[in-house]
Structures are given as C-alpha cells and as structure tokens.
C-alpha cells in the first residue's frame, strides 16, 4: 500500500521569500513521485519528478525538491516566490511496478504582495 | 500542439439521466486514467486504463463506467448519475504504465441536481 501525506493544507507567504511545501510519503516499493500544480479553473500540469536518479530534483519555474529516503519526504522548495505561483500543490506517489497514483490532498499557496 | 481534451467542460444534469464525459488524447499515449477532485480530498482515481480493451478500477468505481474501444479515447459514462457525484473531474493519460508522467485535460465540472 502507498500512501502521500501533505503537512499542510495551506502554506501564505510574501512576495520574493522562500516556499516550502511539505510531503511524506509511505511505500512497499521503490516508489516515482512527482509535484503537480494546479492553477484555477486549470488542469494538473507536472512540476517535477523523482525516479531514484539523483535525489535533488529541479524543476520548472524554479522549483525543486528533495528526495529523502530516511525521513520518507520529498519537500517542494523555492527560493524566491512569485505572484504567479498562487496555485494548488499535489504531491503524488507512484509505485513503478503498477498503474496506480496516488495523490495527496493538496496544499494552496498564497503569495502576499 | 499535445493535449488531452474533455467534453463538457461545465455540465448541470438532473438524479438518473446518463451522461457521458469523453476525453481524447493526441500522444498516442498507452495508459488513461480518470480522477475526481473533491474539496480537501485531493484526486481519487475512479477508472484506469493501460491499454485498448483493457481498463481496470481504481479507488471510487461505484457508479462510473468507462471503455477504451480506441487507444486515443477514453469515455466516463454515469448510467444512473446521483447527486453526491457532483464533482470535477480529470481525465489523464501517460506514456505507458511505468513512466508515470500525467498529463491532464481541463476537467469537466459536472453538478448533479
């Protein structure tokens, strides 16, 4: 069984200072995980993946995540937020062995200006 | 341009009426999925597919049918809709079983009276 846990269902921060989105994860296997933003009235669109290649991910529009086996986490982080960032955050766990996702409740940032 | 497309997008039915949500993806993808997003639930996966004529259940089956006749589309169908179906909801397709990337339609808002 897997399972994703998300520490926080809403994370406000200001303008230009850092993010961090929290995620554990529980897995029998070695599982993939990924973030998903979700903008408004949008679809899901993929920010990021680990496939047990190097453990810091980066992905698109500057954000980046670690992959920590030890603590079962793989944290969402940015340096310097965006209004453009205000979006709904998914982290997801998948077991490479089988089709299934599984997502974790989400959490939306606000970014304050 | 790749894309998954969902029709409706918007959809107000009434207890009982069949309806059917279609999606339709152009990347000749293998796997498709269908999830439903509730408020603070994140993404269940209602339906699964890894191939044509094959398609399996994921966590909230109970009263959704699906079909993949052709690898490029996917249909939801809700034989006798009832109103705690009232939802949003993602189709979603990926290269294959294990690569694991989604990429996401729009979603189809669908509201049950």
């Known amino acids: 069984a897997q399972s994703v846990t998300q520490l926080d269902s809403h994370v406000s921060v200001s303008e230009g200072t850092p993010v961090l989105l929290r995620c554990n994860y529980s897995?029998?296997?070695?599982?993939?995980l990924f973030w998903y933003v979700q903008h408004p009235n949008k679809g899901l669109q993929l920010l990021l993946k680990?496939?047990?290649?190097?453990?810091l991910v980066k992905g698109i529009n500057g954000f980046e995540a670690e992959f920590k086996k030890s603590e079962t986490s793989f944290h969402l982080t940015k340096p310097s937020a965006h209004m453009s960032d205000a979006a709904e955050y998914f982290c997801?766990?998948?077991?490479?062995?089988?089709?299934?996702?599984?997502f974790g409740d989400g959490t939306t940032l606000t970014v304050k200006p | 341009e790749a894309q998954v497309t969902q029709n409706p997008r918007y959809l107000i039915t009434v207890t009982g009426k069949k309806l059917t949500v279609t999606c339709s993806q152009n990347?000749?993808?293998?796997?498709m999925s269908w999830y439903r997003q509730d408020p603070g639930l994140g993404l269940r996966q209602i339906y699964y597919s890894m191939n044509v004529e094959v398609t399996d259940k994921g966590d909230v089956p109970e009263g959704y049918k699906v079909s993949r006749k052709e690898k490029r589309n996917f249909p939801l169908i809700l034989e006798s809709p009832s109103p705690n179906q009232t939802s949003l909801y993602f189709c979603?397709?990926?290269?294959?079983?294990?690569?694991?990337?989604?990429?996401f339609g729009e979603g189809s808002r669908l509201t049950v009276l």
């Open positions: 997801v766990v998948k077991d490479t062995n089988a089709g299934k996702s599984t």
């Open positions: 979603a397709s990926s290269r294959d079983l294990y690569t694991g990337e989604l990429f």
């Open positions: 680990y496939t047990s290649a190097a453990t």
């Open positions: 990347m000749n993808h293998e796997y």
């Open positions: 897995s029998s296997y070695s599982p993939s």
